[in-house]
C-alpha cells in the first residue's frame, strides 16, 4: 500500500522515534549527577507564641517564627537537561504527638537562565510555621536544611538535601500578642 | 485525493484472501493487548492506579505546563515529605490534583496527614479540599512523580477536547492495522 497516507505515517513514525530517542540519550547524559551542593543557614530571631489558625478553625497551635540567613550558590547545578530548580528550606522536627514533623518555610523558584546564587539576610519566611499542637516551646532540636527538587527537560524529579544543616533550639517562653 | 485513497483501499481489500484478513485482525488484536500489557504491567510495578498522569491545570507552572506528562509511583514504604509532588483525588471531584507537599506530621503509629500547595498558587490548597477538610491522608494519594516528560500529554489533551478528532484518528488507526499488509 504504497500510497500518501503510508508514506505520510512513515515520516511522522520516523520524526516521533528520532524524537523519542534524542529526549532519551539526553536524559541518560546527566543520569548520573549527583546535584551536590553546599548551603549555609542560619536564624538571627527565633520566636514562639500560641495563636489560633483561622484558616482551621480556632483551633490554638504553637507558631514558630524565625528570621532566616540563607547562603547558597546553586549555579553550577544547571546542566543542560534542567530546567527549574525548586528551592525549599524546611524545618523537621520531633514532638510529644508526633514522631515526624514537617514544614516548609520558605522557597523560590529559579528557572534556567536566573541566577541561582542565594544571598539572604533577615528574610522573613513565606509560610507560617504552625505546629500541629504544643510542639514547639522549648524544643531544643528544630532542624533547618535547604532542599531543591531538580526539574529536568525530560527525566527524574529528584529531591535533593543541600549539605549543611542548621538546628534551633526554641525558645523556653511565649511571647504574648501580636508580634 | 480521497477517491484515488478508497479505490486504493478497496483494491487491497480485494487482493486479501480469507488467511490474510484473519492474519489482519490477529495483529489487531496483539497491538491492542500489548498496549494493555504494559499498562497493567506498569500498574504493578509502581504501585499507583494510575501510573502516568498528564498535567491539566498551569498551578505548577513554571515547572509543569498542561499537557506535560508524569511518571508516579506508589510506595507505601517510602515516606511521604515535604517538597514532593503528590497526585491525589478530593472527594467530590472527578479529575486529580497534581501538587507540592508543604507541611507533614507524622505520629508514632505510622498516620500521616499533610498539606499541599500549587508551586504557581498564591496560598495552600485548603480551598481546594472538600468542605471541612483540613488536611490530606495517605489514601487520598494516587503517585508522586518521579519522572517528567514534557508535551506528549497535549495529544490526550486535544482528543478530549475534540472528541470528533479522537474518534477520526482512532477510526483511521484501526482501517490503517487492520488493511496495512506486510510488504
Not at chain 1, 523519542?20 to 547524559?29: H, P
Not at chain 1, 500560641?50 to 504553637?62: F, K, L, S, T, V
Not at chain 1, 510555621?129 to 524529579?157: E, H, M
Amino acid at each position: 500500500m504504497n500510497t500518501f497516507l503510508s508514506r505520510l505515517n512513515s515520516l511522522f513514525a520516523m520524526t516521533m522515534t528520532v524524537l523519542a530517542g534524542l529526549t532519551f540519550c539526553c536524559f541518560l547524559s546527566t543520569v548520573h549527577h549527583t546535584h551536590h551542593s553546599i548551603a549555609k543557614l542560619d536564624t538571627p530571631s527565633v520566636l514562639v507564641r500560641q495563636a489560633p489558625d483561622y484558616m482551621i478553625g480556632h483551633e490554638i497551635n504553637d507558631l514558630g517564627h524565625m528570621t532566616l540567613n540563607i547562603d547558597a550558590d546553586l549555579n553550577h547545578l544547571f546542566n543542560w537537561n534542567v530546567k527549574q530548580l525548586f528551592v525549599y528550606i524546611t524545618a523537621h522536627y520531633k514532638t510529644e504527638k508526633n514522631a515526624f514533623n514537617q514544614v516548609v518555610l520558605w522557597d523560590k523558584i529559579i528557572r534556567r537562565g536566573e541566577s541561582a546564587r542565594l544571598q539572604y539576610s533577615r528574610v522573613n519566611p513565606k509560610y507560617y510555621f504552625w505546629d500541629d499542637g504544643f510542639g514547639l516551646r522549648g524544643n531544643p532540636n528544630v532542624t533547618l536544611a535547604l532542599q531543591y527538587n531538580v526539574i529536568p527537560n525530560s527525566g527524574r524529579l529528584l529531591n535533593i538535601y543541600a549539605e549543611g544543616r542548621h538546628v534551633v533550639s526554641m525558645p523556653e517562653n511565649y511571647i504574648k500578642g501580636r508580634a | 485525493t480521497m477517491g484515488l485513497l478508497d479505490i486504493s483501499f478497496l483494491s487491497d481489500l480485494k487482493r486479501m484472501n480469507k488467511r490474510q484478513v484473519f492474519y489482519q485482525f490477529l495483529s489487531f488484536g496483539m497491538i491492542v493487548s500489548s498496549a494493555l500489557m504494559i499498562w497493567k504491567g506498569l500498574i504493578v510495578a509502581t504501585g499507583s492506579e494510575s501510573p502516568v498522569v498528564v498535567v491539566l491545570s498551569g498551578s505548577m507552572e513554571p515547572g509543569f505546563y498542561r499537557g506535560d506528562l508524569l511518571f508516579l509511583t506508589n510506595d507505601l514504604e517510602d515516606p511521604i515529605r515535604a517538597g514532593d509532588i503528590a497526585v491525589f483525588r478530593i472527594k467530590g471531584r472527578d479529575i486529580p490534583i497534581v501538587h507540592r507537599v508543604l507541611q507533614v506530621h507524622e505520629r508514632d503509629d505510622g498516620y500521616v496527614k499533610f498539606l499541599t500547595k500549587g508551586d504557581n498558587n498564591a496560598i495552600d490548597d485548603r480551598g481546594l479540599y472538600a468542605p471541612g477538610q483540613l488536611w490530606l491522608e495517605k489514601g487520598d494519594v494516587i503517585g508522586r512523580a518521579k519522572g517528567f516528560v514534557p508535551y506528549i500529554g497535549m495529544v490526550t489533551i486535544v482528543m478530549n477536547d475534540y472528541p470528533k478528532f479522537k474518534y477520526a484518528v482512532l477510526g483511521l488507526l484501526g482501517i490503517f492495522v487492520l488493511l496495512n499488509r506486510e510488504a
